[in-house]
């Protein structure tokens, strides 16, 4: 089955199903705990366990596409899910497109990245099938231009060719989880790091028309990831609904002023970020981002 033909029967099986999730559970500012210890617990036993985002949802068994990659890029595990980028030596950024649309969803993923954690750029996002997956420099790739929304591993987020400081530069050769969480209905992606939600970092994605698949890309030599615990969750019309009223009301205050029952005004205010705006990156900063120097 080519990979367009999976993608097609997979949006075919996507059909709403009309579920009322409790008010409490957070899509976006959750700070949820995903390290289980016990790594003896069977596959069964830790879907049974898990308390990430999308808990009512359910497993998600997408891999990465053979055909939309780069040349420097090799999989290999079970199900294709471990992705090598530039086994031998790097000469530019190689990348990688996941199988998975994600439009008008929600999906959450997680990535398991070695301790080859160094160089350039190593990126963690989202684009549409014009986003470029190799290029013969070492380049923020995802995020350069308006077709991909990508994390580096510098903390720095790319949309556009624009960089906006979000989060703490990873710890160098040393392992991590990244965990992304999208969601096609409120139009946002929130990055996890090690089981703690960073919050919301791209926003309007329920604008766009193109389908967004799941992307990585890296120009370390050496890198691996590897895809774990996807899930995802079917839109029930409470949820559209939702959608289209918050597009008038920003912050818990608006919401308040409505004086409507409380589990109403819970069930609005799970889908309100009050985190400050992210601001851009100015010219020295890209400067040291660049040579590797702490901001």
């Not at 990979?3 to 199903?17: A, S």
């Not at 959750?30 to 069964?44: A, G, N, V």
């Not at 990465?64 to 040349?71: D, E, L, P, T």
């Not at 895809?227 to 949820?239: M, S």
Request: glycine share 8%; net charge positive; hydrophobic share 30%.
């Amino acid at each position: 089955m080519s990979d367009l033909e999976w993608e097609q029967q997979q949006l075919q099986m996507r059909q709403p199903v009309a579920r009322r999730r409790p008010h409490h559970q957070r899509h976006q500012q959750q700070r949820c705990e995903l390290q289980i210890q016990d790594k003896s617990l069977s596959p069964r036993s830790l879907t049974e366990l898990w308390s990430g985002p999308l808990g009512h949802g359910t497993d998600d068994n997408w891999t990465w596409s053979k055909r939309n990659r780069s040349k420097e890029v090799v999989l290999s595990g079970p199900n294709f899910r471990t992705v090598h980028f530039h086994p031998n030596w790097s000469k530019g950024t190689a990348g990688i497109q996941g199988k998975r649309p994600l439009n008008n969803g929600r999906h959450y993923w997680e990535l398991h990245v070695s301790q080859r954690v160094f160089g350039t750029s190593i990126m963690f996002g989202i684009g549409t099938k014009s986003c470029r997956l190799h290029a013969n420099a070492f380049r923020n790739m995802l995020g350069e231009n308006e077709h991909g929304w990508g994390l580096s591993h510098k903390g720095v987020l790319w949309h556009k060719g624009v960089a906006l400081l979000y989060t703490k530069r990873f710890r160098e050769n040393h392992p991590t989880q990244i965990g992304i969480l999208f969601d096609g209905i409120e139009g946002t992606l929130t990055y996890y790091k090690d089981g703690r939600c960073l919050g919301v970092a791209f926003r309007g994605l329920d604008k766009v028309t193109d389908l967004l698949y799941p992307i990585v890309c890296s120009t370390a030599a050496k890198t691996e990831m590897t895809l774990r615990c996807a899930r995802q969750e079917f839109v029930n019309l409470q949820d559209r609904c939702r959608a289209v009223i918050m597009r008038r009301l920003h912050t818990t205050g608006d919401v308040k002023k409505l004086k409507l029952p409380q589990s109403i005004s819970d069930y609005l205010s799970e889908v309100i970020d009050d985190m400050e705006p992210l601001r851009q990156v100015n010219e020295k900063e890209m400067c040291m981002i660049k040579y590797d120097l702490q901001i």
